[in-house]
Structures are given as structure tokens and as C-alpha cells.
């Protein structure tokens, strides 16, 4: 039987984000439910012909995704033309962890970096993401920032000197947590079991200021997104809102009939 050659046709042909990151971005399944990975909100700002693929998984920081083949794996399957985001820092910090812990302006920088490398070296194009926020909050509702410590401001610095692109995702989110405030918040993430992981409408949410940063830095990052004039789906004359905007999306969940001032002295859990 004659063999038939693969023929390229550029339909078919689909871009692909390859994540690696820690639980705050991991792909979950029903048995996790509702928490959900900013893999999975990345999806709602992404054309059709684009395809996510994680390889981000719980509890592991740049050294532990590292030390246990993951970064192996990944580097397996990136191939030329992949867009490679990188986003760890909530268990990079966990001094008590020798597994696990990696020194801001050492280690993690050096393992960011070699993540980065990997994917310049396929040919793809990196990504550097800081962390998103945990939801804290004191008990007089008042947002609590910073509880990345210095693991931000080593990502952002690394991807400067390395010229490596990069998306400010903490302070956005710590700024947009302090904006909805403690009781308005807690629907984002999966409250009251815990303040650092998201829940469905969290992740949509956080996942656009990543699109944001995406759009900022211009093509071809810019290419992977939905058009911001994008017409909603029975093709009506009046375009969809503009999917990136999301500042007012947490407002859903505030009923202005509500008294806010008896949440005001509420004991955070």
C-alpha cells in the first residue's frame, strides 16, 4: 500500500500554551471541584485554534517541579513555535521544606531561568507570570498584601535582565482583592477551605489580567487572544463586552441591598 505523505494545511494547524506552574494553575477534574487552575480560566480569552496544555501540578515549587522530572517531561513535549508561561512562588517560599524551598534571588531565579532557556532553546517563546494573590484578610477586613514576599519582585527582575517577557499577575490581583474587599472576595477563591486556590469564576477572573499582560506585550503573545470586538455568540449587531476588562466582574456578588458594615469585624479564618 502506498504510504500518504502528511500534507501541512494551516487549518488544522492549532498554537499551544504549555503551563508550568504550581496548584494555582493546575488542570483539575471533577473530583477537585470547584477548584480550578488558571490553565482552565486562560481558556475563556483564547481563539479556538489555541490549545492549553498544563503541566503544572500541586504543591511543587521551581525546585520540586524540577527534581522530579517535570521539567523533563515538559521539555519532551515543547516544541518550536509553543508559548511556554511560567509561573511559580507559593511553594518556593516554604522555608521549612528543604524539598521545596528555593531562595528568591538564588535558586528560583536560576530555576525560572533554566525553564526559560529550555524553551528558547525549542524555539518557543517564554512566559514569566508572578503569582497569584492569596485572599488575606485581617479582621477588620482590611486586604493584607505581600504575602509573596520578595518572590514577585525576584521574577520580575530576573525577566528584565534576562529580557525575558513578563506578567505582573500579583499585584493586579492584590489590587483588585483590596478593591472587592473581604466578603465580596470569597466567591473567587475556595472559601472557606482556604485562600490561595480559586474557584471557577475566581479563575476566569484572574486569568484576564493575564490576558491583559498578553495584549500589553503585543504580537504574537496578543495573537493568541479573542479579539476584544468579538461579537457574542448568536452574532448579534452589538459587540460582546470586552472580555479583558474585568475589574467589575466580582461585583455579581455583591447585593447593594446588604448591610457590608456587619462583615466589617467578621474573624478570618
Known amino acids: ?30 473530583s477537585t471541584y470547584p477548584q480550578t487552575g488558571l490553565s482552565q480560566g486562560l481558556l475563556w480569552y483564547v481563539k479556538d485554534d489555541v490549545f492549553v496544555r498544563s503541566f503544572a501540578i500541586n504543591g511543587r515549587s521551581t525546585k520540586s517541579f524540577i527534581d522530579q522530572g517535570r521539567l523533563d517531561a515538559a ?43 529550555i524553551a528558547k532553546e525549542k524555539g518557543a517563546y517564554p ?13 477588620k477586613g482590611n486586604f493584607l498584601p505581600g504575602s509573596h514576599g520578595e518572590y514577585p519582585k525576584a521574577a520580575e527582575e530576573l525577566a528584565k535582565r534576562e529580557n525575558i517577557p513578563f506578567i505582573e499577575l500579583t499585584k493586579k490581583s492584590e489590587e483588585y482583592l483590596t478593591k472587592l474587599g473581604d466578603f465580596a472576595s470569597r466567591p473567587l477563591y475556595v472559601y472557606p477551605k482556604d485562600n490561595s486556590h480559586l474557584q471557577v469564576h475566581g479563575a476566569v477572573v484572574m486569568a484576564g489580567f493575564i490576558a ?11 495573537d493568541l487572544l479573542v479579539p476584544r470586538d468579538a461579537k457574542i455568540i448568536d452574532e448579534d449587531d452589538e459587540p460582546a463586552r470586552d472580555p479583558y476588562v474585568v475589574e467589575h466582574m466580582g461585583e455579581a456578588f455583591c447585593d447593594p441591598s446588604m448591610n457590608m458594615d456587619v462583615f466589617q469585624f467578621e474573624k478570618q479564618d
Open 1 to 30: 500500500m502506498p504510504s500518504c505523505p502528511f500534507i501541512f494545511d494551516k487549518r488544522y494547524y492549532m498554537q499551544r500554551i504549555v503551563y508550568l506552574g504550581d496548584s494555582t494553575v493546575t488542570w483539575n477534574h471533577i
Open 75 to 117: 521539555k519532551e513535549y515543547i516544541q518550536a513555535g509553543d508559548f511556554v508561561f511560567i509561573q511559580f512562588g507559593h511553594n518556593d517560599q516554604k522555608q521549612s521544606d528543604p524539598l521545596r524551598y528555593a531562595e528568591p534571588y538564588g535558586a528560583y531565579q536560576d530555576n525560572l531561568k533554566l525553564m526559560a532557556d
Open 127 to 139: 512566559v514569566i507570570i508572578s503569582s497569584v494573590a492569596r485572599r488575606l484578610f485581617d479582621n
Open 212 to 222: 491583559d499582560g498578553l495584549l500589553a506585550l503585543g504580537k504574537p503573545y496578543s
